[in-house]
């Protein structure tokens, strides 16, 4: 039930929100021990950079924090300064928050 709920959300978020060559969007993936991010450009159906926590140490809220700093950093290397946040039907806190906290630091601006 959960999962269909998200689903469902995400769907609606997704009718709104669409990554561009200049703005692409920034998609969140949170598992049960694990977050994931994309920067995808919609336009072309092409992922840009990819991060994950799976080599990452410490808690879970500073795995999130550390894959935001890393997705912000490889998006400085090809170019890319601003993007449209896509948090995936999840909430905006906790490890969602987290990670949007270290890409805005990293100099990803949304």
Do not use: C, W
Not at 8 to 36: C, E, F, M, N
Not at 80 to 109: M, Q, S
């Amino acid at each position: 039930m959960k999962k269909t709920n998200r689903i469902r959300k995400h769907k609606t978020i997704r009718k709104t929100i669409v990554g561009t060559k200049d703005r692409p969007r920034l998609a969140v993936y949170r598992s049960g021990q694990h977050i994931s991010v994309q920067i995808i450009d919609d336009s072309k159906g092409v992922t840009i950079l990819s991060a994950a926590d799976y080599k990452e140490t410490g808690s879970k809220l500073q795995k999130a924090y550390n894959v935001g700093k890393n997705v912000a950093k490889g998006a400085a290397k090809a170019k890319i300064t601003t993007v449209v946040f896509d948090r995936g039907g999840f909430l905006y806190k906790g490890r969602v928050a987290e990670l949007a906290k270290g890409a805005r630091e990293g100099g990803l601006k949304f």
